[in-house]
T-cell receptor, first 118, second 111 residues
C-alpha cells in the first residue's frame, strides 16, 4: 500500500518570501501521479499542482513549483512571493497510474498548516 | 458551472439515527468518490464509483453505504450513526485520470 508523509505539521513565512513544504511517499509503483492540494479556511479542496512520475521536468504553476526527486521518493512544494491568501492547509497526495489499476484513488498525507504573516 | 454540489453543509445527528449525504456533479464525470476528513488529518477514501451501477470500497467503508444509479449522483448513507463518524465529508469527481474536483464538504456531528 502507498503511504504519504508530510513531516511539517505547521510552518510560517513572511509575506513576499519563499517557503518549501516537504512530502515523501512510499510506493513500489513506477508510474503514478503526485498532487498538492490547498485547503483554505473555507474548507474547499483546491488543486495546486500535479506531477506525472514519468516526466522528469518539475511542474510549475505561476508562483508554485515542485522539486520531484523520484529516486528519493520526495515531492516538495515551493511557494514563491508568498501572499496572505496562501494561508491554508496543504496536502500532498499520491495516485497510481490508471494503467496499474486503483481507479484514480488518492492517498493523502496529514497536511501542513501554512501561515503567511504580513 | 455548479461543479460538485454537496448537501447539507452541516448536520447534527443523534447516535443511532440514519441519514443520507447527497452529492451531485454536472460535469459528466465517470468517477466519483466519498472521503472523510478527521481533525488534523488528511482525507481518507470511504467509497468510490467508476460509473453508474458500479461501486467499491475504499480505505474506511465500515458504517457506510453508497449507490450510483445515475452518472450525476452519488449519495452516501449512514445507517446507524456513531460518534466515531463525526467528521467532515467530501465528495469528489473526475474524468478518467484527470484531477479530482471536490465539493465544499459536509460537517457532520454525532452526539
Amino acid at each position: 500500500a502507498q503511504t504519504v508523509t508530510q513531516s511539517q505539521p505547521e510552518m510560517s513565512v513572511q509575506e513576499a518570501e519563499t517557503v518549501t513544504l516537504s512530502c515523501t511517499y512510499d510506493t513500489s509503483e513506477n508510474n503514478y501521479y503526485l498532487f498538492w492540494y490547498k485547503q483554505p479556511p473555507s474548507r474547499q479542496m483546491i488543486l495546486v499542482i500535479r506531477q506525472e512520475a514519468y516526466k522528469q521536468q518539475n511542474a510549475t504553476e505561476n508562483r508554485f513549483s515542485v522539486n520531484f526527486q523520484k529516486a528519493a521518493k520526495s515531492f516538495s512544494l515551493k511557494i514563491s512571493d508568498s501572499q496572505l491568501g496562501d494561508t491554508a492547509m496543504y496536502f500532498c497526495a499520491f495516485m497510481k497510474h490508471p494503467s496499474r489499476g486503483g481507479s484514480e484513488k488518492l492517498v493523502f498525507g496529514k497536511g501542513t498548516k501554512l501561515t503567511v504573516n504580513p | 458551472n455548479a461543479g460538485v454540489t454537496q448537501t447539507p453543509k452541516f448536520r447534527i445527528l443523534k447516535i443511532g439515527q440514519s441519514m443520507t449525504l447527497q452529492c451531485t456533479q454536472d460535469m459528466n464525470h465517470n468517477y466519483m468518490y466519498w472521503y472523510r476528513q478527521d481533525p488534523g488529518m488528511g482525507l481518507k477514501l470511504i467509497y468510490y464509483s467508476v460509473g453508474a451501477g458500479i461501486t467499491d470500497k475504499g480505505e474506511v467503508p465500515n458504517g457506510y453505504n453508497v449507490s450510483r444509479s445515475t452518472t450525476e449522483d452519488f449519495p452516501l448513507r449512514l445507517e446507524l450513526a456513531a460518534p466515531s463518524q463525526t467528521s467532515v465529508y467530501f465528495c469528489a469527481s473526475s474524468k478518467g485520470y484527470q484531477p479530482q474536483h471536490f465539493g465544499d464538504g459536509t460537517r457532520l456531528s454525532i452526539l
